[in-house]
């Protein structure tokens, strides 16, 4: 039997008395296949010796931003990348308000703007410091921007007050964390577009558009991670493929809509975030084009729309499209849902002071036949998974029917 490769943890500890009880969580992790990396707050050291830690956990752990030493072996950003996981176990309310403020003060808060890993947050504090609206306000923020809270409990508190704001147990909190992720795509072949397209008007020269990729291979990732089979046909983007994905490399509309009616007989699922062009040059110029003229005349004729083909296929896989709108987003997006003939549309507002195109963040409304989900805005990593299960409750939902 192969064995499974251990979950990589960043546990953060910051300055509060359940840190006393990080040791243990640390066991419960490694009991449960983790590797734990300790970064410590300054306050955290008051309650917990750094020495217990690496009794536990096996490894040096490290409290500085710039110790010459620890940076001359995994240096922070890598750190910050080696991460399956950050977790902050317990996570105080000061902790809480630098993370809500972006604040980079420190190697923990640094790590935790430097690494694209899910944060898991454990708060632990007073119960009136937990009920103050400044930690209620900062608790949002950070759910909206995609960190996970575990807890916190209530009950008796070690200032001897009772109330909510005690750090959940470590078993509670390794089993919520490691708990195996439900693998309900298993055996369906989901097709994914992601990018954007490139219609060349001579050899050097292309018309393209402002589409990163990200989102699709947020999704293409999130899909995998649920036991799907994903082939991602791309357009030109500088990101890495995800583990376990069969990446199909495109430039053109034409291209897309290849490689797409190649394989989509055996997908059970299609999103198609790509931005494809709407139109192409109606004749690519062989030979690079002279700048002698003063003005330059291209036609453009229409590329297929990928989307609404697949849709209108007699045995059509569940379709799902995206529609990027600068203006009444969700009319446009129904509207487009309908006339495509789509199973499911996420809409984006995108412009210039909003997440869509090349940004790392997004906000999406998810429409269907019989309802809708508003995501607010957070990571594209942690949207593309809560669309993911999203995309794959409705498929279930529609074979149910
Ligand atoms: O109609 P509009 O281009 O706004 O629709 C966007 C959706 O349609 C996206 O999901 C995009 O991937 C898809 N699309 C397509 N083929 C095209 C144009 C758009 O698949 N030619």
Redesign the pocket.
Same mark, same amino acid.
């Not at 105080?92 to 944060?119: C, E, I, M, Q």
């Not at 994903?230 to 291209?255: D, F, H, K, M, W």
């Not at 896989?317 to 199973?343: C, I, N, R, W, Y």
């Given at each position: 039997m192969t064995q499974q490769a251990a979950t990589k943890i960043l546990l953060g500890i910051s300055g509060g008395i359940a840190a006393y009880k990080t040791p243990d969580l640390i066991r419960r992790l490694r009991e449960r296949n983790a590797e734990v990396e300790v970064v410590m707050t300054r306050a955290a050291e008051s309650f917990v010796t750094p020495l217990s830690l690496q009794a536990v956990c096996g490894r040096s752990v490290r409290s500085a931003l710039l110790d010459p030493q620890a940076e001359a072996g995994m240096d922070h950003i890598e750190l910050a990348r080696w991460a399956d996981h950050l977790l902050v176990a317990p996570a105080s309310a000061h902790l809480l308000a630098r993370l809500a403020l972006g604040l980079a003060d420190d190697l923990l808060t640094t790590l935790a703007l430097a690494t694209t890993a899910p944060v898991w947050l454990a708060p632990a504090m007073n119960h009136q410091m937990w009920l103050h609206p400044a930690t209620q306000a900062n608790v949002q923020l950070l759910s909206a921007r995609g960190c996970v809270l575990l807890g916190p409990g209530s009950g008796s508190q070690a200032c001897g007050e009772i109330g909510p704001g005690r750090m959940l147990e470590p078993l509670d909190i390794a089993e919520r964390l490691l708990a195996p992720r439900p693998q309900c795509m298993a055996g369906r072949h989901v097709l994914i +577009?992601a990018g954007p397209t490139q219609e060349a008007i001579d050899p050097v020269r292309y018309i393209g558009n402002r589409s990163s990729g990200k989102m699709g291979y947020a999704l293409a990732a999130a899909f995998t991670e649920l036991g799907a089979r994903v082939t991602l046909v791309s357009g030109p983007t500088a990101l890495a493929c995800p583990l376990g994905v069969e990446r199909v490399s495109i430039e053109s509309?034409g291209q897309?809509?290849e490689a797409?009616m190649q394989r989509v007989q055996t997908c059970s699922l299609f999103v198609? +975030? /790509? /931005?494809?062009? !709407?139109y192409r040059p109606q004749d690519v110029v062989a030979t690079k084009i002279k700048k002698e003229a003063s003005s330059l005349t291209l036609t453009l004729v229409r590329?297929? !729309? @990928?989307?609404?083909e =697949?849709a209108a296929l007699p045995e059509a896989p569940f379709t =799902?499209?995206?529609? /990027?709108?600068t203006d009444a987003v969700e009319q446009h997006a129904m509207e487009?849902l309908q006339a495509?003939g789509l199973d499911m @549309?996420a809409a984006n507002l995108v412009g210039a002071e909003h997440g869509g195109f090349g940004a790392d963040d997004n906000a999406l409304i998810v429409l269907w036949h019989a309802g809708r989900q508003v995501f607010p805005m957070m990571p594209k990593v942690r949207l593309g998974k809560e669309l993911a299960k999203l995309i794959a409750d409705r498929y279930a939902a529609s074979l149910a029917n």
């Amino acid at each position: 039997m192969t064995q499974q490769a251990a979950t990589k943890i960043l546990l953060g500890i910051s300055g509060g008395i359940a840190a006393y009880k990080t040791p243990d969580l640390i066991r419960r992790l490694r009991e449960r296949n983790a590797e734990v990396e300790v970064v410590m707050t300054r306050a955290a050291e008051s309650f917990v010796t750094p020495l217990s830690l690496q009794a536990v956990c096996g490894r040096s752990v490290r409290s500085a931003l710039l110790d010459p030493q620890a940076e001359a072996g995994m240096d922070h950003i890598e750190l910050a990348r080696w991460a399956d996981h950050l977790l902050v176990a317990p996570a105080s309310a000061h902790l809480l308000a630098r993370l809500a403020l972006g604040l980079a003060d420190d190697l923990l808060t640094t790590l935790a703007l430097a690494t694209t890993a899910p944060v898991w947050l454990a708060p632990a504090m007073n119960h009136q410091m937990w009920l103050h609206p400044a930690t209620q306000a900062n608790v949002q923020l950070l759910s909206a921007r995609g960190c996970v809270l575990l807890g916190p409990g209530s009950g008796s508190q070690a200032c001897g007050e009772i109330g909510p704001g005690r750090m959940l147990e470590p078993l509670d909190i390794a089993e919520r964390l490691l708990a195996p992720r439900p693998q309900c795509m298993a055996g369906r072949h989901v097709l994914i +577009t992601a990018g954007p397209t490139q219609e060349a008007i001579d050899p050097v020269r292309y018309i393209g558009n402002r589409s990163s990729g990200k989102m699709g291979y947020a999704l293409a990732a999130a899909f995998t991670e649920l036991g799907a089979r994903v082939t991602l046909v791309s357009g030109p983007t500088a990101l890495a493929c995800p583990l376990g994905v069969e990446r199909v490399s495109i430039e053109s509309a034409g291209q897309l809509y290849e490689a797409v009616m190649q394989r989509v007989q055996t997908c059970s699922l299609f999103v198609a +975030t /790509a /931005a494809v062009a !709407d139109y192409r040059p109606q004749d690519v110029v062989a030979t690079k084009i002279k700048k002698e003229a003063s003005s330059l005349t291209l036609t453009l004729v229409r590329n297929p !729309d @990928i989307l609404a083909e =697949v849709a209108a296929l007699p045995e059509a896989p569940f379709t =799902v499209g995206f529609a /990027a709108e600068t203006d009444a987003v969700e009319q446009h997006a129904m509207e487009k849902l309908q006339a495509k003939g789509l199973d499911m @549309i996420a809409a984006n507002l995108v412009g210039a002071e909003h997440g869509g195109f090349g940004a790392d963040d997004n906000a999406l409304i998810v429409l269907w036949h019989a309802g809708r989900q508003v995501f607010p805005m957070m990571p594209k990593v942690r949207l593309g998974k809560e669309l993911a299960k999203l995309i794959a409750d409705r498929y279930a939902a529609s074979l149910a029917n």
